[in-house]
């Protein structure tokens, strides 16, 4: 039996490079998908190439009213909410913090940690209707591994991450009890639009700064490498997992590999 047969999934950033590949992989382990995002014809695109299990709301994550109504659009749409699955996210110009200007600070942090908030708030009176349920509930969260350190020029993003973790393990202890899981994953430099195309205002993309050839394994990682530990953690193999972060980065955190010269 697929591991989410019977079972709605909302993935906000439904529309993106991870968000997709999210949708595709739960979709096609007999999930009921809701894509919720701010690019309508991207979204009902992907809802019609998917077919009558999958739904696009509109969704802009930093609206409490705009929440509301993807989560009602999932209960009317397939009778209940099981996974809350938070990607959205968005990258800030790299500048140093001194040039960095209170608008740009607010709108990344708006939507990385204030919509994870919305998110978690929202969903979970519809996650605890349907909890009861073989599974339990699951909140995943999509954070970075520039939450567990610090990076220069990239503050509010940093920022932002880092709240995520303490959010997380915040709504693990307050929902567990009500069989809801909430998990972090960390992802690293992940081969999508977001890494390859310069944030808006910037000139330079994340991937000119980083050469995976240090990592321990020399590669960038792939939408599909973060979707296959997001279906272990929102699915039932996950029961006794909670308030966890787990990194996928390709030993990006590690240090560099140094090869030994040859004999």
């Not at 960095?100 to 990344?108: E, F, K, L």
């Not at 272990?232 to 997992?241: K, P």
């Amino acid at each position: 039996m697929p591991r989410f047969d019977n079972q709605t999934v909302l993935v906000t950033g439904g529309t993106g490079g991870q968000g997709a590949s999210h949708v595709r992989a739960l979709h096609a382990e007999g999930a009921n998908v809701v894509i919720g995002d701010i690019d309508a014809e991207r979204g009902a695109a992907l809802a019609d190439e998917l077919g009558p299990r999958a739904r696009f709301t509109h969704l802009d994550v930093t609206d409490e009213g705009s929440w509301a109504g993807a989560v009602l659009a999932a209960q009317n749409a397939f009778g209940a909410l099981d996974v809350l699955v938070n990607n959205a996210g968005v990258q800030n110009p790299p500048a140093p913090i001194e040039h960095t200007d209170h608008a740009t600070w607010s709108r990344i942090l708006d939507v990385n940690l204030t919509g994870t908030f919305l998110g978690i708030k929202t969903a979970a009176p519809a996650l605890r209707r349907t909890a009861g349920r073989a599974n339990g509930g699951a909140i995943v969260n999509i954070a970075s591994t520039m939450g567990l350190g610090g990076t220069a020029h990239y503050a509010p993003y940093v920022a932002s991450k880092w709240a995520v973790r303490g959010l997380t393990r915040t709504a693990a202890l307050e929902l567990g009890r009500d069989r809801i899981r909430v998990n972090t994953i960390h992802p690293g430099v992940i081969a999508t639009p977001f890494i390859h195309e310069p944030a808006a205002g910037a000139t330079a993309a994340i991937a000119d700064f980083y050469s995976p050839e240090p990592f321990a394994i020399p590669r960038l990682g792939e939408p599909t490498d973060v979707t296959r530990l997001l279906l272990f953690l929102a699915s039932s193999e996950a029961s006794f997992i909670t308030g966890s972060e787990y990194v996928i980065d390709g030993g990006l955190l590690l240090g560099p590999a140094l090869q030994a010269e040859s004999a």
